[in-house]
């Protein structure tokens, strides 16, 4: 092991040419991940891939870097084509993680002025048209969309695309998979390259491996379902009806971190971005019930550091450039376990170290009990005195009334208005909640 360690010091090494060296420099790429260290040599060699990597393993860039290297001797347009995830609801995380992608090959092929296009669904067919008119390099899609172009764009074919990525392949399945792939598949030439990257080995995934690839390399960057190692993992089992306190206790103990928090539902997601909002705490709600534009406007001021803690469900646990997590706080246990492993994947990135703490309750035991059979690990308790938490029991109560109303505000507002931004919502309820402050002192 520690000579596998020593083998691979730089992307030199790997095969990779200096012009995407100097690119991946410019993007603080000092040094290969595992994903990158072990894919992209098998890639160079012409091999087809299965990569197995945890969310935050450099994964794009394992694709991405081989890709460009070929595209170097012999640009062209329609070079490349990556599918992503699809599910209607999702769309605007889709874009989010589709833009992602096609940034970071404009990012690293800069030097030969790389163009992309994204087609995902939710958006603006025509302006993706006009993409597609400009004859980009790389096509980043999802299946239902890009069948769309193929059949109503004109002039757009993959005939000359030479390889086919398959990112994030256990959540690309859905019922419609087989038929779709199968169309996709008939209008991509038989000799190109294949790569499927994913975060668990799933056997859809093992069906999709059969149907698109040609004796490929296997290349596992972690164990089978695992959390990086400068993750802190910890649990504390709490008292439903004082979940709520113990959440407003750790976010104000850790007010200087970067947190995501988890909830299992939209509403969720609101609920506790209002009464968060009424103690202070600058939080953001992001679901997918939002339209694209408050998604991104969501992420923007989450980014850009205006609020600290985003509120989300497991639309989020994927896909969204978010570098700077320092927490993820689970305040609901996912019933799925392996979504574990991607929400705290969103913290600990690139070496750094991350916390992510669980808030268990009575009636989700079981469910966390699967978890810890999952990482093969159990995990320490966060240590907090519960009198020292039910202090604030008085003011989390009274905010949780004031988010209620609110709720039952917005709900008013939806029918008659035809739906109300969470982000507005919550920054009105801030300053409702402040003229009556003035109101009642006058």
């Known amino acids: 092991m520690e000579e596998d360690k020593e083998q691979v010091k730089s992307f030199k090494e790997l095969g990779v040419v200096e012009q995407l060296i100097e690119a991946c420099d410019s993007l603080g790429w ?16 012409g091999k087809d891939l299965i990569g197995l990597a945890q969310t935050g393993s450099g994964k794009t ?8 290297q070929a595209l ?15 599910r209607l609801v999702l769309y605007s995380v889709l874009w989010e993680l589709a833009i992602q992608i096609a940034e970071q090959f404009e990012a690293l092929g800069s030097v030969i002025g790389v163009k992309s296009a994204v087609l995902v669904g939710g958006v603006d067919h025509v302006q993706q048209s006009i993409a597609l008119g400009k004859r980009p390099h790389i096509v980043v899609a999802t299946p239902g969309r890009l069948l769309d172009h193929l059949s109503n764009t004109k002039g757009f074919s993959l005939r000359t695309i030479k390889y086919l990525v398959l990112d994030e392949a256990d959540r690309l399945l859905n019922e419609d998979f087989e038929k779709s792939l199968d169309e996709i598949l008939n209008a991509i030439p038989r000799e190109r390259r294949t790569y499927l990257f994913s975060a668990t080995m799933t056997k859809k995934v093992q069906k999709l ?38 959440l407003v206790f750790i976010l104000i103990e850790k007010s200087s971190s970067t947190s995501m928090v988890f909830t299992r539902t939209c ?17 953001i709600p992001i679901s997918g019930q939002m339209t694209q534009a408050k998604r991104l406007g969501a992420l923007n001021k989450f980014k850009a550091g205006e609020c600290n803690i985003l509120i989300c469900t497991d639309v989020a646990s994927r896909g969204l450039d978010i570098p700077s997590v320092d927490m993820v706080i689970n305040y609901d246990i996912p019933t799925n376990s392996k979504d574990y492993i991607h929400r705290v994947g969103r913290t600990a990135r690139a070496g750094r170290s991350g916390v992510a703490i669980s808030l268990v309750n009575q ?3 079981e469910w966390y009990i699967q978890i810890e059979k999952l990482i093969g690990k159990k995990l320490p308790e966060f ?3 519960e009198e020292e938490v039910l202090l604030l029991l008085e003011r989390v109560t009274e905010a949780e009334r004031l988010s209620r109303t609110k709720m039952k505000e917005m709900g008013g507002n939806k029918r008659r208005k035809g739906g109300e931004d969470e982000e507005e919502t919550v920054e009105s309820s801030r300053g409702k909640k402040s003229s009556n402050k003035k109101s009642k002192r006058r």
């Open 30 to 45: 000092k040094v290969p991940s595992k994903i990158q260290a072990d894919a992209i040599p098998h890639a160079l060699e």
């Open 61 to 68: 860039g394992a694709f991405a870097l081989p890709i460009l």
């Open 72 to 86: 170097l001797d012999a640009p062209q347009p329609f070079f490349a084509c990556v599918l992503s995830p699809t």
């Open 209 to 246: 491996q059969r149907a698109c690839l040609r004796n490929p390399v296997k290349i596992e960057a972690a164990s089978k379902y695992s959390t990086v190692d400068t993750l802190k993992q910890q649990y504390r089992f709490v008292p439903a009806k004082y979940k709520n306190c113990y």
């Open 267 to 283: 509403e969720a997601t609101r609920h506790l971005a209002l009464l968060l909002r009424n103690l202070g705490l600058r939080a």
């Open 363 to 365: 009636y989700e035991l």
């Open 383 to 385: 240590p907090a005195q």
